[in-house]
């Protein structure tokens, strides 16, 4: 079965960094798009960052400069690394793929469980 395995999350001082990892577990054909949202307490889910197979690359504006999305097309991974984080970063972070699973199946849209970041204020 085909899931994504999220890591990395954390409790940081504001203008500390951290990374985020998430590997898509199991036998896919392709990975179309990746990304990580967030959602913070009383708050929807965001974009935060994408990236597709091409390279191309979108942000949220309040993290430009600050945040950089990765992927490892031979590992099947994504990664967020996460510089200066300021307390408004606070949230769960969630990554998300667009796959397929094989070269006839329609796209599957994936969630991981979610990552806790913690920036105190």
């Known amino acids: 079965q085909v899931r994504l395995v999220e890591s990395g999350g954390g409790s940081v001082q504001p203008g500390g960094s951290l990374t985020l990892s998430c590997e898509v577990s199991?036998?896919?054909?392709?990975?179309?798009?990746m990304g990580w949202y967030r959602q913070a307490p009383g708050k929807q889910r965001e974009l935060v960052a994408r990236?597709?197979?091409?390279?191309?690359?979108d942000y949220v504006d309040s993290v430009k400069g600050r945040f950089t999305i990765s992927r490892d097309r031979a590992m099947n991974m994504v990664y967020l690394k996460m510089d200066s984080l300021k307390p408004e970063d606070t949230a769960v972070y969630y990554c998300?793929?667009?796959?397929?699973?094989?070269?006839?199946?329609?796209?599957?849209?994936?969630w991981g469980q979610g990552t806790q970041v913690t920036v105190p204020s």
């Open positions: 990236i597709t197979d091409g390279g191309s690359i």
């Open positions: 998300n793929a667009l796959v397929y699973v094989t070269p006839s199946s329609t796209f599957t849209d994936l």
């Open positions: 199991g036998s896919i054909f392709r990975i179309p798009g």
